[in-house]
């Protein structure tokens, strides 16, 4: 003879569970022990969510991250030894007493970009 737990293991396993079911289920063993089962399986289910869907995505963004900072940081370096050479070159002309300002805005006009959306040039349109 089976028991009235054993009963309801197998229609749950047969997939033959409905309300009256979980009903008799609830006031068997009380709606406490309903509830903790039931929020141990959505536990359950978020951990393996997780861990099979959203860690892999987090691991991948973080590898993204990292070069991106890389990157960055590569970047930083440049702007710092461009700034470096700009501020030598600076004050060379100080030193010097070389007015080069005629030179600049010859090079800016001939390599000016054409596009409509960048003006480089330091007469600014608006």
């Given at each position: 003879m089976l028991t009235d737990l054993q009963l309801m293991k197998v229609k749950m396993?047969?997939?033959?569970t409905d309300?009256?079911?979980?009903?008799?289920?609830?006031?068997?063993f009380g709606?406490?022990?309903?509830?903790?089962?039931?929020?141990?399986?959505?536990?359950?289910?978020?951990?393996?969510?997780?861990?099979?869907?959203?860690?892999p995505v987090i691991g991948s963004a973080s590898k993204t991250l990292?070069?991106?900072?890389?990157?960055?940081?590569?970047?930083?370096?440049?702007?710092?030894?461009l700034n470096?050479?700009?501020?030598?070159?600076?004050?060379?002309?100080?030193?010097s007493g070389i007015n080069h300002d005629s030179d600049i805005e010859k090079f800016l006009a001939e390599n000016a970009s054409k596009s409509e959306e960048f003006n480089q040039s330091s007469n600014r349109e608006k």
């Open positions: 396993m047969q997939g033959k309300v009256m079911d979980i009903g008799q289920i609830v006031s068997d709606f406490p022990i309903v509830a903790a089962v039931g929020m141990g399986y959505f536990i359950y289910y978020i951990w393996i969510w997780t861990t099979k869907e959203v860690k990292i070069k991106l900072v890389d990157r960055i940081r590569m970047l930083d370096n440049d702007m710092i030894r470096t050479k700009l501020q030598m070159v600076l004050e060379y002309q100080k030193k």
